[in-house]
């Protein structure tokens, strides 16, 4: 009798050791989901070409308030134009769970750089301030979307 008492603890604490193995196993798999260190070096570096282009923002700026319709499509065809490819790269590393939402806000920006690009094109003063406004907020969403390190 005494002998059996003595043994429910010890059965309770294998079981109990069976029980965090499993646990540890579960969230051992939910890490699985995580990013590689592929996927980081990939974003990092993309988001550094993403960033160069965010730091032309006030040359474009000037360029849109002086109507000047020439530089600003060079602007956009130039040192602007690999945007949506970087995002496009960022997007397809990041974790699986966020990657549509990722791609809806790049194609906001995306959109709001044609929509410049057509604003200089036809040389239309309203629709390039506009314009340049969905732009600056296109790359204030994708910023967030940017995972920090
Ligand atoms: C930025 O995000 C806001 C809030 O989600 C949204 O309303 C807006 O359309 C976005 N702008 C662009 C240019 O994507």
Same mark, same amino acid.
């Given at each position: 009798m005494v002998f059996n008492l003595r043994r429910v603890?010890? =059965?309770s604490l294998v079981l109990a050791l069976c029980l965090s193995l499993v646990a540890c196993d579960a969230s051992g798999n939910s890490q699985a989901a995580s990013m590689s260190d592929n996927d980081i070096a990939i974003i990092s570096r993309q988001s550094a070409s993403f960033r160069l282009a965010e730091d032309r923002l006030p040359e474009l700026a000037e360029l849109v308030a002086n109507r000047n319709w020439v530089f600003t499509r060079n602007l956009i065809h130039g040192p602007l134009?690999? =945007?949506?490819?970087?995002m496009l790269y960022i997007n397809q590393h990041l974790l699986p769970e966020d990657r549509d939402q990722a791609s809806k806000i790049a194609e906001g920006l995306k959109s709001a750089l044609s929509e410049l690009d057509e604003a200089a094109k036809l040389q239309d003063g309203d629709r390039?301030?506009?314009a340049y406004g969905k732009v600056v907020d296109g790359f204030v969403n994708y910023s967030k979307v940017i995972p920090v390190q």
């Amino acid at each position: 009798m005494v002998f059996n008492l003595r043994r429910v603890p010890t =059965v309770s604490l294998v079981l109990a050791l069976c029980l965090s193995l499993v646990a540890c196993d579960a969230s051992g798999n939910s890490q699985a989901a995580s990013m590689s260190d592929n996927d980081i070096a990939i974003i990092s570096r993309q988001s550094a070409s993403f960033r160069l282009a965010e730091d032309r923002l006030p040359e474009l700026a000037e360029l849109v308030a002086n109507r000047n319709w020439v530089f600003t499509r060079n602007l956009i065809h130039g040192p602007l134009q690999e =945007v949506g490819r970087e995002m496009l790269y960022i997007n397809q590393h990041l974790l699986p769970e966020d990657r549509d939402q990722a791609s809806k806000i790049a194609e906001g920006l995306k959109s709001a750089l044609s929509e410049l690009d057509e604003a200089a094109k036809l040389q239309d003063g309203d629709r390039l301030t506009r314009a340049y406004g969905k732009v600056v907020d296109g790359f204030v969403n994708y910023s967030k979307v940017i995972p920090v390190q």
